[in-house]
């Protein structure tokens, strides 16, 4: 069983940047995918990026540009971590965001973390 810890949500202006942090809760040496979803009140849950643990990025058409997904797989470390950098932030960036990590045989999410983007 892996547990995702994500943190870094809040509050911020529009323009504004935030960034987030995914830590599994043990590493992963298997290939696998780590990433970003968000979830607003009364939509579907969507795709905000991923990273392959190959290096491998998609992001989601309304972030592409201002938001950048980078992970650490170092295997010196107990923990795979994925961040996501926020520019550009735009109201409609208000979410819950959730991380997500897919290995061969499993897929974990983490409890969410709300990213609030108002003046």
């Known amino acids: 069983q892996v547990q995702l810890v994500e943190s870094g949500g809040g509050l911020v202006q529009p323009g504004g940047s935030l960034r987030l942090s995914c830590e599994s809760s043990?590493?992963?040496?298997?290939?696998?995918?780590m990433g970003w979803y968000r979830q607003a009140p009364g939509k579907q849950r969507e795709l905000v990026a991923t990273m392959t643990s190959g290096g491998t990025t998609t992001y989601g058409d309304p972030v592409k540009g201002r938001f950048t997904i980078s992970r650490d797989n170092a295997k010196n470390t107990a923990k795979n971590t994925v961040s996501l950098e926020m520019t550009s932030l735009k109201p409609e960036d208000t979410a819950v965001y959730y991380c997500?990590?897919?290995?061969?045989?499993?897929?974990?999410w983490g409890q969410g973390t709300q990213v609030t983007v108002s003046s």
């Open positions: 043990r590493s992963i040496f298997s290939s696998n995918i």
């Open positions: 997500k990590l897919v290995t061969s045989t499993a897929v974990y």
